[in-house]
């Protein structure tokens, strides 16, 4: 039996973000899967889930990964999908002058080249203070944080949406328009 709340937290990261089919879930285009469906299906990996239990992670979460519907019969994760089942309609909107992005230095000399691109994520993340931006990097690796010029890039048609926990997204970071912060 798994009810750890950071268990089921990545569970539902995974199912919702990346691999729903893992259980035999479907995902609507804008990532909502029913609640319902979703315990059902769970139980079979051994998650013990209920709607109380759901509705606390959602609210209780300092990084608000997920999002409930206003009647409480659906669940999505608001962003970091890599599944072709979703692909939600964000609204764009004029970034702030800077974001940050985390990584590791491992990655630099790659990022340098090639800039910031979502890899097998539909978005490159990025972050509006330099704490939490660290804060993913040290995920993986040494971490470095990457000042972001977004302005510069709306300014010329780079398209930027903001989730609604926060987190920026755009499709990728060229070079030019990122520095190292020491």
């Not at 995974?14 to 059902?40: D, K, M, Y």
């Not at 970034?95 to 630099?108: E, K, M, Q, S």
């Not at 000399?109 to 890899?119: R, T």
């Amino acid at each position: 039996m798994k009810n750890n709340a950071t268990e089921i937290s990545k569970f539902l990261s995974f199912v919702l973000r990346h691999q729903p089919e893992t259980i035999g879930l479907s995902l609507h285009p804008e990532g909502w899967a029913n609640i319902s469906e979703l315990i059902a299906k769970a139980a079979s990996e051994g998650y013990v889930l209920d709607l109380t239990l759901i509705k606390n992670l959602v609210n209780e979460s300092e990084k608000k990964r997920f999002q409930l519907s206003s009647d409480d019969l659906f669940i999505r994760a608001a962003q970091g999908h890599s599944t072709s089942q979703v692909n939600i309609t964000f609204i764009a909107a004029t970034p702030p002058d800077v974001l940050y992005h985390g990584t590791a230095t491992r990655f630099i000399p790659l990022i340098d080249k090639s800039g910031l691109v979502a890899k097998d994520r539909q978005y490159v993340h990025l972050s509006t203070d330099i704490a939490t931006a660290q804060q993913v990097g040290q995920r993986h690796g040494k971490p470095v944080v990457l000042g972001i010029d977004a302005l510069a890039m709306h300014q010329q048609a780079f398209p930027f949406y903001q989730a609604d926990n926060g987190v920026w997204l755009t499709h990728s970071v060229p070079p030019a328009f990122f520095r190292v912060l020491e």
